[in-house]
């Protein structure tokens, strides 16, 4: 359910190791293409939407950037090996009953915008990262915080495999609102990222992040299937 999150940290996190030369004789780089992602209709569900996307990944001299689903983000600071910074993040998570049989009698709840403060940090092969991002629309998705490790695996010029584990923490918000139960720790995951770019300006790539519920999330009485899984892809040219 925080797929696109996942995407927008791997994507410009771990494969800006792979612009670091490039970063000290530009001041900005820009991709985009054509995207779509998969995901559950709501958390929980057994059901899945997939809706397409614009992929765009910019930053300007190395501290600003959209990417993803972050809108608008800002590094406090950012080197090869490590980044930190803040958001404004569009989270599609949401629940509409009338779209969905199995969720007539629940509560609706709409996609929101999100602020975000993120940490990552790479030592040889492995990235830490971790977020916390807010509502600030007040649609009832409250805070959920994120933890992930990765583990890369370069496997020639421009392609890359990055595999690792995660969790996910909400608060009782979010929790009372998808789930009616309290904070708590929402799933633990698995994300993989494969992208390969080539002929210097194409860059094609899968995101998958194929979760479990755990806790109270897993034992709500709306919930229909705890194992919840998202895919992001999508295709690229590189401008700069």
Do not use: C
Request: hydrophobic letters at 40%.
């Amino acid at each position: 359910m925080r797929l696109l999150l996942t995407a927008t940290i791997a994507i410009s996190g771990l494969a800006s190791n792979g612009r670091a030369d490039e970063s000290d004789t530009t001041s900005y780089h820009i991709s985009v293409g054509p995207a779509f992602y998969t995901m559950p209709r709501y958390p929980g569900s057994q059901g899945s939407r997939t809706r397409p996307f614009p992929f765009v990944d910019a930053e300007y001299d190395n501290r600003y950037y959209t990417s993803v689903s972050d809108i608008f983000g800002v590094y406090a600071f950012k080197t090869d090996s490590a980044q930190a910074g803040a958001a404004l993040e569009f989270d599609p998570t949401e629940r509409i009953g009338h779209r969905d049989a199995k969720a007539h009698n629940l509560r609706s709840i709409r996609d929101t915008t999100r602020l975000k403060l993120f940490a990552s940090k790479t030592i040889l092969f492995v990235t830490a990262d971790g977020n916390v991002a807010t509502d600030i629309l007040g649609h009832g998705q409250g805070t959920l915080a994120q933890g992930n490790l990765w583990f890369t695996a370069p496997l020639g010029a421009g392609f890359s495999i990055n595999v690792g584990p995660g969790a996910t923490w909400a608060d009782t918000r979010y929790m009372h609102s998808f789930f009616s139960t309290h904070a708590g720790i929402l799933d633990t995951h698995l994300n993989g990222l494969v992208e390969w770019q080539f002929l210097s300006h194409y860059r094609v790539g899968v995101l998958a992040y194929l979760a479990r519920l755990q806790g109270d999330a897993a034992a709500s009485p709306v919930v229909q299937q705890r194992a919840q899984r998202t895919v992001v892809g999508w295709v690229a040219y590189k401008f700069r």
